[in-house]
């Protein structure tokens, strides 16, 4: 499992270079010059000079690129335009309220969804299944904003159990899981079904119940775990999303997490901040696959040895 582990992470290390060159790039390739867009369109050629001086655009660009990386390697991702504090601050104050959010989402999405999936399987053709695809129809169709704000109306104003908004307690992440999750929970039901119809039709699970196994370690110890891969691959990517895809969810309920700074710094035009964003969505996708891989291994040994 080391080696696996091992030739995994080395995979890994490309594709952060990669990563790295094309955050680096990204202020470089917005229409126009950054640091007039910055100072705006009454801005003297002096000030427009001092803004590129300060954000370092009038280096060479491999030069500039160094600098980039020797900063990046030492925890520096630079200072807000807009604010002039360092980007590494603020982040530390936006990235447990996202952290938690995420987290409570994929729980409740992942248990559900799993338990959906497979009594649907189990079930097959009958009731419970009916009513377990109705559920992931209904998670996948209704729009999350709409959702959000129906939670508000319903469970903030017209019954007072829950706040409308912000992160005063943990009743302020009750609704914004629900509201982000419902989606992920649909898919992971209808992923998880398919998976385990496909794996209950084995030669191996009809071996165990003629060998007069119960019908619970059979869905539960040989069905259910071999049938995890797939929900592995689509929970892991799903849980990327979670993190970088929470921008809707956390403006609806006024969140102070990452994606609501997303969208302050896009408004006001703050490409350092934008720019240590992506670097960080795009290096979370990266190692949540590399997660998934190392999963994969635990799951079915025959990969880790292939």
Same mark, same amino acid.
């Given at each position: ?207 165990? =119940? ?10 539960? =110890? ?85």
């Amino acid at each position: 499992m080391g080696r696996y582990a091992l030739q995994r992470l080395i995979g890994v290390i490309p594709l952060l270079f990669i990563v790295s060159v094309l955050v680096f790039l990204f202020i470089h390739l917005i229409p126009g010059d950054p640091a007039r867009l910055i100072a705006g369109k009454e801005a003297t050629l002096e000030e427009i000079q001092g803004i590129q001086h300060q954000l370092g655009l009038d280096l060479p660009l491999w030069k500039q690129y160094f600098n980039y990386m020797g900063d990046l390697l030492s925890g520096n991702l630079g200072q807000s335009i807009r604010s002039g504090l360092p980007v590494t601050d603020m982040l530390a104050s936006r990235v447990m309220p996202t952290l938690w959010l995420t987290l409570l989402s994929m729980a409740w999405a992942l248990v559900i969804g799993l338990f959906i999936g497979v009594v649907s399987a189990v079930y097959r053709n009958r009731w419970p299944d009916y009513v377990g695809t109705l559920v992931a129809i209904s998670g996948m169709s209704i729009p999350g904003f709409w959702l959000g704000l129906v939670l508000i109306q319903v469970f903030s104003v017209q019954l007072g159990w829950v706040p409308t908004g912000g992160v005063d307690s943990w009743k302020s992440y009750i609704m914004p899981s629900l509201t982000l999750g419902a989606g992920i929970m649909s898919m992971l039901a209808r992923y998880s079904r398919s998976s385990m119809l496909e794996t209950m039709r084995e030669d191996y699970i009809r071996t165990g =119940r003629a060998k007069g196994l119960r019908e619970t370690v059979v869905v539960g =110890r040989h069905a259910l775990r071999n049938s995890l891969i797939q929900v592995v691959t689509v929970a892991g990517l799903q849980f990327g999303f979670l993190l970088g895809g929470s921008v809707m969810v956390e403006s609806v309920f006024s969140i102070p997490g990452i994606g609501r700074l997303l969208v302050d710094s896009i408004l006001y035009r703050d490409y350092t901040v934008i720019q240590a964003l992506l670097l960080i969505f795009a290096t979370q996708f990266i190692l949540i696959n590399l997660i998934v891989d190392l999963l994969y291994g635990v799951l079915n040994p025959k990969i880790r040895y292939s």
